[in-house]
């Protein structure tokens, strides 16, 4: 259906072009799904852009063939490649929402989609769309087709867009990074709609992803990337179970277990080298970080050896790739028991929605949540979107108030909202949000925004400030250079370094911590995650960790509360509940994550929560 061969793409930059894919070779047959992985950079977008014909401005496929059931897309006239997109190749993008319009009903949409694909009258493709929307699983369509986009989840938006890219019954489907960010239910069901739909059409299907544990139970192939160049290819359970590629062995390490005994991770130093460096390197492109590199690696670039039957993959040290591995964490400091730093009791949060203009719903956010936090505990909060969350996150800091009930912080009781409560609280709780690219001042510079909490005293001068920010920053790990930075000029986990750097100025008790490594790389990710540990070693901070990855839960905390529709359905530690979970909600959360055995059938056939009382007392698991 797709055959890769020798392509090329460039990019155009003021000191002449630069490669950013080289030498791919690939093939792809009818109905097989193939996955392309790798961290930001790699080229997995870029190849899924090549082939979908929507690369950006400047870039363009210089060497080589991309043959679509025997046509070749890079030579095909526009007009003939239009009719292809959208037709017999489908897009859905990584971002839902930049994939609809935000200023038209989803109806309209899906209405002008049909029509291009010349599908009957008004009415006709009314009835169709309804039909596509019942397929991947949206309840009420005729009320969801008068929504706008903003008013759907995430998931909603993502159901959407496949609907809308099956509804032509194409040959090809390229599904650039479908599940990034999305709770784990939502990601099984997304998988679970594009698998039953890829065994229906026959559709073949590009999944571009940095999930490797996603990616080893749902591709037939794999595709490793690093920096533009295929670093290994072959059978996706066999590439997994037996990585030849040290690249591919760290990407592996790099993530959390779900099974077994608490590991460590390996955080890959520095960065993949960006489009400049790309001109320099003589050698491997993977040698400057690779742990098994020895001198001839940077000399020349790696030949393809053959692994086993069809996996091959681009190293001189194949054999020893095996002896890769991590040293177990350093134990973390025991919370201390005693007297909590946070108290909370029936804590409840009720918002009014308008229904007209004499009627409104009174919608319960969060219910009678009750826990505590010790000294140099790290407790994890898990649930889907809409779970009540991050409304418990904005009542602890702040930024909401409790309908109900009482927060104590340090001895302190600030649930009435005082200036007082508030000074009291920001001295002990600070929270590091979600998105780092909107939570950061793009006009300020690092140093600014790293110690903007300092403003509020104007006891401190630019100096002294400047200096505090150097401090920061070398202890999260990044140069004292960067102070003088825009957000702008760094990566996603730079930015979210800064992020935890700004919230760790005032030296706080508490870290409040929404999602932020949500989204990111693996290798990213074990940077932060491996920087949290330590930072609790140094610091002796205690933490709420909000999060929808179960296994960064595991790794990082000591215990962990399950929310369900505003309530803490269950709570425990962290190992014993994710081992022997009580709730049927837990269960269902836990079925949802990609298991580590690759033999383990994946996605379950129902995620559908089982039947059980969700009110009353929470299950709690014995310490």
């Not at 920061?472 to 800064?498: C, K």
């Not at 030296?507 to 074990?526: H, R, T």
Request: proline share 7%; hydrophobic share 45%.
């Amino acid at each position: 259906m797709l055959i890769a061969s020798d392509l090329a793409v460039s990019a155009a930059l003021a000191n002449g072009a630069v490669p950013v894919i080289q030498d791919l070779n690939f093939s792809l047959a009818p109905g097989r799904v193939l996955g392309l992985v790798g961290e930001s950079g790699a080229g997995k977008s870029m190849i899924g852009r090549a082939v979908a014909q929507l690369l950006p401005s400047g870039f363009s496929v210089t060497r080589g063939e991309l043959l679509f059931d025997g046509q070749d897309l890079v030579r095909m006239p526009l007009d003939k490649r239009r009719e292809l997109l959208g037709r017999e190749i489908a897009f859905v993008p990584q971002e839902p929402l930049s994939g609809l319009n935000p200023v038209l009903t989803v109806g309209r949409q899906i209405d002008e989609h049909l029509a291009r694909l010349a599908v009957g009258d008004a009415r006709t493709r009314r009835a169709r769309a309804l039909v596509m929307l019942d397929a991947v699983h949206l309840p009420r369509g005729a009320e969801l087709l008068g929504k706008y986009p903003h008013q759907l989840s995430g998931g909603m938006c993502q159901r959407v867009l496949i609907a809308m890219a099956f509804a032509s019954r194409p040959k090809l489907l390229v599904a650039d990074e479908p599940t990034t960010a999305l709770d784990v239910t939502i990601q099984a069901r997304i998988v679970q709609l594009i698998a039953e739909m890829q065994r229906h059409d026959g559709t073949s299907v590009i999944f571009i992803t940095h999930d490797l544990r996603l990616a080893a139970q749902i591709c037939d192939d794999i595709l490793v990337l690093y920096a533009g160049r295929p670093a290994e290819r072959g059978p996706a359970r066999r590439v997994f179970s037996q990585p030849a590629h040290p690249y591919t062995r760290c990407l592996q390490l790099s993530n959390p277990a779900m099974s077994g005994p608490r590991r460590g991770l390996y955080a890959l130093p520095e960065r993949m080298p960006g489009l400049s460096a790309l001109k320099t390197i003589q050698g491997c492109l993977f040698a400057p970080r690779c742990p098994s590199a020895v001198g001839a690696c940077a000399r020349a670039l790696p030949p393809f050896t053959e692994v086993d039957d069809g996996h091959i993959a681009a190293c001189i040290r194949i054999t020893a790739t095996a002896e890769i591995s991590v040293p177990a964490p350093a134990a973390a400091n025991a919370p201390k028991t005693g007297t909590p730093l946070l108290a909370v009791e029936g804590l409840s949060k009720t918002f009014r929605t308008a229904r007209g203009f004499f009627r409104h719903d009174v919608v319960a956010a969060v219910r009678g949540v009750s826990f505590t936090l010790h000294e140099n505990e790290f407790v994890g909060i898990v649930g889907e979107s809409g779970s009540g969350k991050s409304t418990l996150a904005r009542m602890l800091c702040g930024l909401d108030a409790p309908s109900q009930g009482t927060i104590v912080i340090a001895g302190r009781d600030v649930s009435d909202g005082s200036s007082r409560s508030n000074a009291h609280r920001r001295a002990h709780v600070q929270m590091v949000f979600q998105d780092p690219q909107s939570a950061l001042n793009p006009r300020r510079r690092v140093a600014s925004i790293v110690t903007q909490a300092l403003e509020a005293t104007g006891k401190v001068d630019w100096e002294e400030r400047l200096a505090r920010a150097k401090a920061l920053l070398s202890e999260i790990g990044m140069p004292p250079e960067a102070a003088q930075r825009f957000p702008a000029q760094l990566s996603g986990g730079q930015r979210q370094r800064v992020n935890i750097a700004r919230a760790l100025c005032v030296a706080p008790n508490i870290l409040v911590a929404d999602e932020i490594v949500s989204g990111l790389d693996v290798s990213v990710q074990a940077q932060l995650l491996d920087l949290l540990m330590w930072l609790r070693r140094a610091r002796a901070f205690s933490m709420l960790f909000i999060s929808h990855d179960l296994s960064v839960v595991r790794y990082l905390c000591d215990r962990v509360l399950v929310m369900y529709r505003g309530e803490v359905v269950e709570s425990g530690p962290t190992i014993q509940v994710f081992a022997t979970p009580r709730h049927p909600y837990t269960r269902a959360l836990l079925a949802a994550m990609p298991p580590d055995d690759l033999s383990a059938a994946w996605p379950p056939q129902s995620l559908e929560i089982e039947a059980a009382p969700l009110a009353g007392k929470a299950v709690e698991a014995d310490a």
